[in-house]
């Protein structure tokens, strides 16, 4: 999660009620989070796609994604 302050908060190795809750704690812990970032989601920056690799408390690894071919 993006707490909103340069840094991620990681919600790792939890079942899904507890990865539930500890969100929803997070979202009040950080009200200026800048949401929520998942291994292997797909985002757009600027008109380009990436994947997610990796997650750190500093940083994403994001690793470039061909652009799809055009349609005939």
Known sequence: ???????FEILNGFDEESAAQR???MFKKYPE?????????IV?????????RSIGRKGIRLKLLKKPAPKK
């Open 44 to 52: 757009e920056l600027k008109g380009s796609r990436f994947k997610v």
């Open 33 to 41: 989070h800048g949401g929520v970032f998942t291994i292997g989601e």
């Open 23 to 25: 969100l929803r704690d």
């Open 1 to 7: 999660m993006d707490t909103g302050t340069g840094h």
